[in-house]
């Protein structure tokens, strides 16, 4: 079972600074730029739905509730 997990580019952008300040090999501009992750997030959602895989926007959950949907997701596709 696949799910997709999306989240909002700004929101993305924010993780990514944060994570940057660990790993310094990584080019800031590029990983961080609000438009190229636009970019990736819209690939993105055409591969889950090319595949027609569900998927979910985290923006606003926490990991727990995250969690509680892929189990009902795969529940759901379990029993068809």
């Given at each position: 079972?696949?799910?997709?997990l999306?989240?909002?580019?700004?929101?993305?952008?924010?993780?990514?600074?944060?994570r940057?300040?660990?790993?310094?090999?990584?080019?800031?501009?590029?990983?961080?730029?609000?438009?190229?992750?636009?970019?990736?997030?819209?690939?993105?959602?055409?591969?889950?739905?090319?595949?027609?895989?569900?998927?979910?926007?985290?923006?606003r959950?926490?990991?727990?509730?995250?969690?509680?949907?892929i189990?009902?997701?795969?529940?759901?596709?379990?029993?068809?």
């Amino acid at each position: 079972c696949v799910v997709g997990l999306f989240v909002e580019a700004q929101r993305l952008s924010e993780v990514r600074k944060t994570r940057v300040n660990v790993n310094t090999s990584v080019d800031l501009k590029t990983y961080t730029d609000v438009e190229n992750i636009r970019i990736e997030l819209e690939n993105s959602k055409k591969i889950f739905k090319k595949y027609n895989w569900p998927s979910i926007d985290v923006t606003r959950r926490s990991v727990e509730e995250t969690a509680a949907s892929i189990l009902k997701i795969y529940e759901i596709k379990k029993s068809k």
